[in-house]
Nanobody
Framework: QVQLVESGGGLVQTGGSLRLSCSAS????????MGWYRQAPGMRELVADI??????NYADSVKGRFTISRDNAKNMVFLQMNSLKPEDTAVYYC??????????????WGQGTQVTVSS
């Protein structure tokens, strides 16, 4: 069984910073991609993800402000969030993806951590 646990969320003022952490544990020895999604009413959007080789992808709305990184040895992924805006307010979910030899993709999710940016 794989479990993902997020931490680092909280309440900050506009322009502040937070660093989210996600720890993965269980039987999986490695993940092809790890990333962060955020949940807004009616939608869940990709914020950023990173491959095991370090290639990154960001939503346009966070480029230049957020930085994703990972520690492969520890199966952890981080999201450094700077210059936070009220529109960044959401529940942030950690995601880890495994590509099976059969090409079946398995996604694992954390329970989420709340990020609130006050105006």
């Amino acid at each position: 069984q794989v479990q993902l646990v997020e931490s680092g969320g909280g309440l900050v003022q506009t322009g502040g910073s937070l660093r989210l952490s996600c720890s993965a544990s269980g039987s999986i020895f490695s993940f092809n991609e790890m990333g962060w999604y955020r949940q807004a009413p009616g939608m869940r959007e990709l914020v950023a993800d990173i491959t095991s080789d370090g290639a990154t992808n960001y939503a346009d709305s966070v480029k230049g402000r957020f930085t994703i990184s990972r520690d492969n040895a520890k199966n952890m992924v981080f999201l450094q969030m700077n210059s936070l805006k009220p529109e960044d307010t959401a529940v942030y979910y950690c995601n880890a993806r495994v590509h099976r030899p059969s090409k079946i993709v398995s996604d694992y999710w954390g329970q989420g951590t709340q990020v609130t940016v006050s105006s």
